[in-house]
Nanobody
Framework: VQLQASGGGLVQAGGSLSLSCAAS????????EGWYRQAPGKEREFVAY????????YYADSVKGRFTISRDYAKNTVFLRMNSLKPEDTAVYYC?????????????????????WGQGTEVTVSS
């Protein structure tokens, strides 16, 4: 599975941005797709995930109510709509695909389940 993230950019605090993650290759082999981010000088952190088939979503507390993850099966693309952006949302955002099944709620917030990663797209939120 190859993942291509796009849509990053510079936005003012309070603004919105939409990220896309286009998948190619054996896309049907993944059980979930997720978004992670890494801010300068910080460790990578979970943002959101969406499961395949059932489209169950799960969010980090820091983005809950502001970000929405969704997918378009026909386009093999996962989206992350980000509203009410804050300067602390500034980071490189990565999409990832998990080939292992996990039924536990919140399970896919653990990055070791993801084998495939996109190249990242940079989001900068100015105050």
């Amino acid at each position: 599975v190859q993942l291509q993230a796009s849509g990053g950019g510079l936005v003012q605090a309070g603004g919105s941005l939409s990220l896309s993650c286009a998948a190619s290759g054996r896309t049907g082999s993944s059980y979930a797709e997720g978004w992670y981010r890494q801010a300068p000088g910080k460790e990578r952190e979970f943002v959101a995930y969406i499961t395949r088939s059932s489209d169950v979503t799960y969010y980090a507390d820091s983005v809950k109510g502001r970000f929405t993850i969704s997918r378009d099966y026909a386009k093999n693309t996962v989206f992350l709509r980000m509203n009410s952006l804050k300067p602390e949302d500034t980071a490189v955002y990565y999409c990832a695909a998990a080939p292992l099944y996990c039924a536990t709620v919140g399970c896919y917030s653990q990055d070791f389940l993801y084998d495939y990663w996109g190249q990242g797209t940079e989001v900068t939120v100015s105050s």
